[in-house]
């Protein structure tokens, strides 16, 4: 079955620091990628998303790109601020059967000023 | 416009008792999700609306869960016979329609507490 594995947070990073989140997935045929994030007190939010191979998402200075041969759809930030403190969610949907989200655990983001 | 809703936002129930989560799409959405969270973990898949077609249960962990929804409105997510083990957050999601181009936008959630 399809599954999304990121890093386990938190990941603490002081404000202007650059952001890495790992995802990577599992998944038959080709599945749309999606990053969420979560803020304190708040509803999830999509952030940015990937349809196909080698396709850019982004969004508020954070980008991922679908990369196929790793199977990955990595998040990166170059320059965080303490508002991106939040959970951050990798997640999938095939494109084909089911389309409900398959999500990763989530990261949680502290950044410090 | 008016978001994903959900209520109630927290409900605590003893073991045993059953327990029903309401949750109103964003109008005009055909597509609508549940999901669960449990602490420290990503949303697990509950069941999925899309219009007048048969629902897709198969992310219903038991038969003590169940969900309706009328038309392409209000959703319930019934729990018979709460356990420890349902404590989580239950998410709602629409989206205008099937597939990954729809964005899914998610309700607030309602928080379950088994006591």
């Known amino acids: 079955g399809n599954s999304v594995t990121q890093m386990e947070g938190p990941v603490t990073l002081s404000e202007e620091a650059f952001l890495t989140i790992n995802c990577t997935y599992t998944a038959t045929g080709y599945p749309s990628l999606f990053w969420y994030v979560q803020y304190p007190g708040e509803g999830l939010q999509l952030l940015l998303k990937a349809t196909k191979a080698d396709d850019k998402g982004s969004n508020k200075g954070f980008e991922a790109t679908y990369r196929k041969e790793t199977t990955s759809f990595h998040l990166e930030k170059g320059s965080v601020q303490v508002s991106d403190s939040a959970v951050y969610f990798c997640?999938?949907?095939?494109?084909?059967?089911?389309?409900?989200?398959?999500f990763g655990s989530g990261t949680r983001l502290q950044v410090q000023p | 416009g008016a978001g994903v809703s959900q209520s109630p936002s927290n409900k605590v129930t003893e073991k045993g008792k059953d327990v029903e989560l309401r949750c109103d799409p964003i109008s005009g959405h055909t597509a609508l999700y549940w999901y669960r969270q449990r602490l420290g973990q990503g949303l697990e898949f509950l069941i999925y609306f899309q219009g007048n077609s048969a629902p897709d249960k198969s992310g219903l962990p038991s038969d003590r869960f169940s969900a309706e929804r009328t038309g392409e409105s209000v959703s319930t997510l019934t729990i018979q016979r709460t356990q420890q083990e349902d404590s989580a957050v239950y998410l709602c999601a629409s989206s205008l329609g099937e597939g990954s181009s729809y964005e899914q936008y998610f309700g607030p959630g309602t928080r379950l507490t088994v006591t």
């Open positions: 997640a999938l949907s095939a494109n084909t059967g089911r389309r409900a989200l398959t």
